[in-house]
């Protein structure tokens, strides 16, 4: 199994919603990465897990929450978003560098969320 | 700071022409270096990789060369084709974490 699957594909909320995101993979990777992409632009990195702890925030608004409930699933919890939030969110997965050497990420889909 | 490169589109092309796709990274020391490819409304798939110097990856026809001398690893095909196209990323993983940076992607259209 060398995918990463994705759900829900595609997600419309309003601006008071409560949603989230969910990535899972079956890979044994132990780093999970959150991506967000938006048209004609290449993926923003937003959060890294590495062994279920959170390594890396760039900065993200509080209105977006990760959750790693464990090595094989990443949650992004979302909460009061803007209509500029509407993107493509890609999560992925990949082995920490200590352990491999090229380290490759291997993508879901993705989901795309539209924010009214 | 550590940063990818890689020429704007959208190029297009006819079926069968050659393909060229620049990238050059600035990170220091030996990052590996990869190729991303994007369908549209899809994810990112791996299409490449290269992880040392003179390193050629290849794949589906497309190849890249890990250039230390002029960081560079240029996408190249001999041959497209209309299923080709899509948006093409190189990216970049710096020694220093996990983190893949991508250059801004490179749209690519075949006509038949």
């Known amino acids: 199994d060398t995918e990463v699957t994705q759900t829900p594909k595609h997600l419309v909320m309003g601006m008071t919603n409560k949603k989230s995101l969910k990535c899972e993979q079956h890979m044994g990777h132990r780093a999970m990465y959150w991506y967000k992409q938006k048209a004609k632009k290449p993926p923003e990195l937003m959060f890294v897990?590495?062994?279920?702890?959170?390594?890396i925030n760039e900065s993200v608004p509080s209105r977006f929450s990760p959750e790693c409930p464990n090595s094989s699933l990443l949650n992004l919890h979302l909460h009061a978003l803007q209509p500029e939030d509407s993107a493509l969110y890609l999560c992925?997965?990949?082995?920490?560098?200590?352990?491999?050497?090229?380290?490759?990420?291997?993508f879901g889909e993705g989901s795309r969320l539209t924010v009214l | 700071g550590n940063s990818v490169t890689q020429m704007e589109g959208p190029v297009t092309l006819s079926e069968e022409a050659f393909l060229t796709i620049n990238c050059t990274y600035t990170?220091?020391?030996?990052?590996?270096l990869f190729w991303y490819v994007q369908y549209p409304g899809e994810g990112l798939q791996l299409l490449l990789k290269a992880t040392k110097a003179d390193d050629k990856g290849s794949n589906k026809g497309f190849e890249a060369t890990y250039r230390k001398e002029t960081t560079s690893f240029h996408l190249e095909k001999g041959s497209v084709q209309v299923s080709d196209s899509a948006v093409y990323f190189c990216?970049?993983?710096?020694?220093?974490?996990?983190?893949?940076?991508f250059g801004g992607g490179t749209r690519l259209m075949v006509k038949p």
């Open positions: 897990y590495s062994y279920e702890k959170l390594s």
């Open positions: 992925a997965s990949g082995l920490p560098r200590l352990l491999q050497g090229s380290g490759e990420l291997f």
């Open positions: 990170a220091t020391g030996y990052p590996s």
């Open positions: 990216a970049q993983l710096y020694n220093a974490g996990n983190m893949l940076t």
